[in-house]
């Protein structure tokens, strides 16, 4: 009898062990991912020339609610209106040069700035829009109280990451007059199990419990529960058709959700990111037309 049972014992114990040790790896390998997520590589910032449309460029800094100093470049406005923009995941704020250049050539007073734990600013942890939040509220602050702008003409610009704060911080901001987004995703949780969900929940809630017992609240990032809350301020949303950190399903459902007057432009054959190497021309004027009607009430 002992002998027959031991093959039978072996045969149930041994698939056992597999999938608890293939738990075990899903859970290592999503802490691994989570603390990536946390903690990203440093990307070093290069000053642009301060001419052309950047003519009058000058360094800034100024210190969030959380007591972390931000630093980024202002450029002054010449129509009494300015934007306020914010970078993404694991950059900093010379990714958003090319809409920086172009709402400056239409006179746009223009903040580029690093949020915490990016380029030159203080931080020691991404938090994924719950703490970039407070960042953003920072930039408005410094922007609304410059003499060369108008309190009531400051728009809000965010990419990636950066358009998922922007979103949080409109919703719950009536400074900010108008708002874009590209590449923005509708919930946090959401966008992990798009990205690392491939084992469902074995995969990306040992990610989300990193972010969690890092700090970050999760359920706090879904500005797809707060897109009506614009009352009537302009939203433009911007996905590229193939990008797979941001997939269109996901900005489908920010747009849906979202209340008049608002507008969505899908960049065929554009990822992440992409929109100017695909689009540029049309990307410029649509955001420049966006902010122009918004802002200024004109064309």
Not at 49 to 61: I, M, N, P, R, S
Not at 68 to 75: A, E, H, K, P
Not at 79 to 108: I, K, P, S, W, Y
Not at 214 to 227: F, T
């Amino acid at each position: 009898m002992k002998t027959r049972s031991r093959p039978l014992l072996l045969a149930v114990l041994l698939p056992l062990v597999g999938a608890l040790a293939f738990v075990g790896y899903l859970a290592f390998h999503g802490y691994r991912i989570g603390q990536g997520l946390l903690h990203p590589p440093h990307v070093p910032v290069e000053r642009p020339a301060a001419t052309g449309e950047l003519a009058g460029l000058t360094d800034v800094a100024f210190t969030n609610s959380d007591g972390l100093t931000l630093r980024g470049w202002y450029v002054p406005s010449r129509n009494r209106a300015a934007v306020v923009l914010v970078h993404g995941f694991a950059d900093n704020r010379t990714q958003l040069l090319f809409e920086g250049r172009a709402l400056a050539r239409a006179g746009f007073g223009v903040l580029l700035f690093d949020l915490r734990a990016h380029g030159e600013s203080d931080g020691d942890r991404v938090t994924w829009g719950d703490g970039e939040r407070h960042d953003v509220k920072a930039a408005l602050d410094f922007v609304i109280a410059r003499p060369d702008v108008d309190p009531a003409r400051v728009g809000l610009f965010g990419f990636s990451m950066g358009g998922t704060t922007a979103l949080l911080v409109a919703s719950e901001d009536t400074r900010v007059k108008a708002v874009a987004a590209a590449g923005a995703y509708p919930a946090l949780e959401a966008d992990v199990y798009s990205g690392y969900g491939r084992w469902g929940a074995l995969s990306a809630e040992p990610v989300l419990w990193t972010l969690r017992h890092a700090g970050v609240d999760v359920k706090a990032v879904r500005p797809i529960d707060g897109m009506c809350k614009l009352q009537g301020r302009p939203l433009l949303l911007v996905n590229g058709d193939v990008d797979p950190d941001a997939p269109a399903k996901l900005q489908a459902s920010l747009f849906r959700a979202a209340c008049e007057p608002k507008s969505l432009w899908v960049v065929q054959g554009a990822g992440h990111g992409q929109y100017s190497k695909v689009a540029p021309e049309e990307y410029e004027r649509r955001l420049r037309q966006h902010f122009t009607q918004a802002l200024l009430g004109a064309g």
